[in-house]
């Protein structure tokens, strides 16, 4: 998800960035035999580097990850927050608790 070159610009502003890109992201099935997706949301992390640019990366990954997951059929919506423009992203309430639900193989 993003691209290696706006990373790389990003990069030049802060080298710490590149402890968050690529995102890391985690599926598992839970013990409730439900697949889950977890990663944090972009715009949080980045915006701890209180620097416009890449805060501003944070939010466009975050437009990107809500279009992968709806492109999976996983529904989005937004949720309030204090960030940037006062909206949470429209990825931020799967990335708070909902889970992605897939036929587990061999059952």
Excluded at 46 to 59: H, L, M, N, R
Excluded at 68 to 77: D, K, N, P
């Amino acid at each position: 998800m993003g691209h290696h070159a706006v990373a790389e610009k990003i990069c030049r502003q802060d080298p710490a960035v590149m402890l968050y890109t690529p995102l890391r992201t985690l599926i598992y099935i839970d013990l409730d035999d439900r697949t889950r997706f977890t990663v944090d949301q972009p715009s949080t992390v980045f915006a701890s580097f209180a620097e416009p640019a890449i805060a501003e990366y944070g939010v466009d990954l975050d437009t990107q990850l809500a279009e992968l997951l709806s492109a999976l059929g996983v529904e989005a919506t937004p949720v309030p927050r204090g960030g940037l423009d006062g909206t949470r992203s429209l990825a931020s309430r799967l990335l708070n608790g909902s889970s992605i639900k897939t036929p587990r193989a061999g059952g």
